[in-house]
């Protein structure tokens, strides 16, 4: 099992930066890959970036792509989202998750990923 809690939103103007982080109970943490989804008022749960359980061959949804990354401390238990550049529409509710089954590559889906944190807001001001 694992517990995520996620921190780290708030607002910013848009060309900011913020940094979210997910910090993970459960001493199983390096065996799981994790990732970010969001959901924007009025639209449909997306994904944003995922990393494997060794925390390498990370991927990211094409909007996100050269301005997010993803990268985990394993010594922290704690997963990342580095967000630069950041536009109107990245403002959205933030989503940890984690998934216990390896996938190559790493999972895209909501159905992938059976562990959730409750969610941070991200707001980007114009």
């Known amino acids: 099992q694992v517990q995520l809690v996620e921190s780290g939103g708030g607002l910013v103007q848009a060309g900011g930066s913020l940094r979210l982080s997910c910090a993970a109970s459960g001493r199983t943490f390096s065996r799981y890959s994790m990732g970010w989804f969001r959901q924007a008022p009025g639209k449909e749960r997306e994904f944003v970036a995922a990393i494997t359980w060794n925390g390498g061959t990370p991927r990211y949804a094409d909007p996100v792509k050269g301005r997010f990354t993803i990268s985990r401390d394993f010594a922290k238990n704690t997963l990342y989202l580095q967000m630069n550049s950041l536009l109107p529409e990245d403002t959205a509710v933030y989503y940890c998750?984690?998934?216990?089954?390896?996938?190559?590559?790493?999972?895209?889906?909501?159905?992938?990923?059976?562990?959730w944190g409750q969610g941070t807001q991200v707001t980007v001001s114009s």
């Open positions: 998750v984690a998934d216990n089954i390896v996938r190559i590559p790493v999972g895209a889906r909501q159905s992938d990923y059976n562990f």
